[in-house]
């Protein structure tokens, strides 16, 4: 099923919420498979464990 979503996400670019649902994935995976994306990288924010200053 991780090979389906990623085959689909490949052609369809599809964000992590709508793969979780389609193909049943956690959302962990989900944002795995669209943080591989080299086109959908730009669209996601950088992850990241520390917290940022709003300021």
């Known amino acids: 099923i991780l ?3 990623q085959l ?3 052609f369809f670019h ?3 919420r709508a793969l979780k ?3 049943h ?3 962990n995976q989900a ?3 669209v943080m591989s ?3 959908c990288q730009h669209f996601a924010p950088l992850p990241s464990k520390e917290g940022v200053n709003p300021r």
């Open 3 to 5: 090979k389906q979503a």
């Open 8 to 10: 689909s996400h490949s």
């Open 14 to 16: 599809q964000n992590a």
């Open 21 to 23: 649902q389609q193909f």
């Open 25 to 27: 994935l956690t959302m």
């Open 31 to 33: 944002r795995d498979i």
């Open 37 to 39: 994306c080299p086109d």
